[in-house]
Nanobody, 115 residues
């Protein structure tokens, strides 16, 4: 059974930091490109960042560059999203995504950036 389980969301003040984790199971994690997406209610889901299968290549949305860092641990079947200098506009549900020939999604974790 394929599972992507995000954790680490919550409420953080503007300028703060948070790390999201996504634990994968039920498929060969190291064979999948992993991404983080986010979605605000009423808006389309957008990709925030992506990391290659080996973790040696990443790309970021303009809104995430310089503030967010994606990483993965293929030994632990986990992908991370370190978020720094958080802004209120980062408030969203964050989803983990695994992609190869098929695409898997996690259930999402809520991040709220507010004072």
């Amino acid at each position: 059974q394929v599972q992507l389980v995000e954790s680490g969301g919550g409420l953080v003040q503007p300028g703060g930091s948070l790390r999201l984790s996504c634990a994968a199971s039920g498929f060969t994690f190291s064979s999948y490109v992993m991404s983080w997406y986010r979605q605000v209610a009423g808006k389309e889901r957008e990709m925030v960042t992506q990391i290659s299968k080996a973790g040696d290549s990443t790309n970021y949305a303009e809104s995430a560059k310089g503030r967010f860092t994606i990483s993965r641990d293929n030994g632990k079947n986990t992908v991370y999203l370190q978020m720094n200098s958080l802004k209120p506009e980062d408030t969203a549900v964050y989803y983990c995504n695994a992609q190869r020939y098929v695409t898997y999604w996690g259930q999402g974790t809520q991040l709220t950036v507010s004072s």
